[in-house]
């Protein structure tokens, strides 16, 4: 964890190539491939996936494939596939001519299920899917041998001829390795290999009726694109048997080496496609794009950018242990990076009108402000100042407690960028005696910063001129779970999720250089936090703005805090 940027990423899967490539294993080469099956869109966890794959390519100059695994008609689109080619060359990553399907290596695939039966080491089975597991055995219990696992290699091959052809209903007969009934791995109890499945898929249409299932598509998919390390995550541990098993059977000319590491975890969020899904077709978010999504498409729209993203897979590194990674850790990226390159602008959330009684009505300065304090190369923008202002209505307080150094009746802060300011009176809402207009003067020395007295203020805060300002809506994002980890809890993961996760603020007020800002362009708002224009929603009738993070990381010290 936590590796100087600087050095290259190493890890036990780099240290295998390292090795391989010194003892010329395949030749020198080295070919990763990154398989997303295209049945949702990307999340971070792939996102770690991809950047160790075409990373690995980049750092020893090899390549890497992007292969869709859509050898499973139910749920597979068109959709995601362009999603996740969209996300992973958002992430800046690059497969040139070597986008793949493994549903264009059916015919083959078939071959190969051809060549296990002729050599008597796949058969025909009848037996339904509920007795296929009982059949199966468990850890403790060794597995009982199908019937029809005698058949010959004619009737086999006829009937398999026939399951392609569309002569059978689905669950009537299924193709199953012949292996070890016995085997002490459950998974190498004569896995099913074929099924039938009446279902159009979305590239091949109608054109089969047959599917093969993962662990055979896999690995022959990977030998077919020469792939040297086919690396996957922890979960397919015990497959790899099963992934060798076909390989050397088949006799094929390429057996890549299945590599396992383990598969990322975040605290407050999911990451799983299928209870993503779940999250999507409730309607519990807005789409796959939501903001508080763990998805790239999200998390893009959120504002995070691709360079943090990728800082992040590389400070978490890879290993073989499973854990989970505090969601701050991913933020506090995104700030780093952002804290760099976002110009500063100033923005109003909440706002509380300022009337400068001793301002001229029909005055308006305009200064000077950088976009950066400490890049003067990043220029600068003119902010409009005049008599009628808005500041944060949490800058304000009527009683204030002695820590308070912002405006209360009485006292004198310093705007950004401006003058000193000091509160003389309010005026409250005869209804709800909340304070609506805090009046105050201002004291024209201190233009520069500094008062020719010498006199001190406590604080400095943020404002936009009420007449110049830009109304807009902004949408802060939370936790998207109020728990770390939502799928250890008893009850059904959406229970956890956070009520809080969304709050939208409709008057906020912007500072007017922000008037022509693309969508997607970030900002630091001054004291808020990081801020980016909605993709979606925003337009150039109404302004909608994401939080992207906030400045600090304000869960860090409620736990703190909790610690004391
Ligand atoms: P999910 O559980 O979200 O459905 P999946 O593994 O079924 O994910 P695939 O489309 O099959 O999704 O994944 C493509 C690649 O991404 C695989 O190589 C898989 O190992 C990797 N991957 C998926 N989830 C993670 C994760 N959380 N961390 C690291 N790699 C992951
Ligand atoms: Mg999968």
Known sequence: MDQPNSSLPSDFIRDIIKDDLRTNKHQGRVV????????????????????????????????CNLRLDDT???GESMEYVDSIIRDIKWLGFDWEDRLYYASDYYEKLYQYALQLIKEGKAFVCDLS????????????????????????VEKNLDLFQRMRAGEFEEGAHVLRAKIDMTSPNVIMRDPVIYRIKKENHYRTGNQWCIYPMYDFTH???????????????LEFENNRPLYDWFLDELKVEYHPQQIEFARLNISFTVISKRLLIELVEKGVVSGWDDPRMPTLAGMRRRGFTPEAIRDFCERIGVARNDSLIDMALLENCVREDLNERA???????????????NYPED???????????????????????????????????EDPPKKFFRLAVG???????????????????PDTGKVVEVHCTYDPETRSGFAPDGRKVKATIHWVSAAHSLQAEVRLYDRLFRVANPLEEEADFTEYLNPESLETLRACRLEPSVSDAAPGSRFQFERLGYFCVDTVDSSDKALVFNRTVTLRDSWAKIVNKGNK
């Open 219 to 233: 690995c022959l998919s990977d030998s077919i694109e020469r792939i040297t390390h086919s690396i996957c995550t």
């Open 72 to 74: 499973d008609p139910t």
């Open 129 to 152: 899917p509920d007795e296929i597991r009982e059949y199966r055995g468990s850890f403790t219990e060794q597995g009982t041998e199908s019937p029809y696992r005698n058949r010959s």
């Open 363 to 397: 005055r308006v300065e305009e200064f000077d402000c950088p976009y950066h304090p400490q890049k003067p190369e990043m220029g600068s923008r003119k902010v409009p100042f005049s008599r009628v202002l808005y500041i944060e209505q949490d800058d304000f307080m």
């Open 343 to 357: 110009p500063r602008v100033m923005a109003v959330l909440r706002p509380l009108r300022v009337i400068i009684d």
């Open 32 to 63: 990763t491939r990154f398989p997303p099956e295209p049945n949702g869109y990307l999340h971070i966890g792939h996102a770690k996936s991809v950047c160790l794959n075409f990373g690995i390519a980049d750092q020893y100059g090899a390549t």
């Open 411 to 429: 006292r004198e802060v310093r705007l950004r960028y401006g003058y000193f300011i000091k509160c003389v009176n309010v005026v409250k809402d």
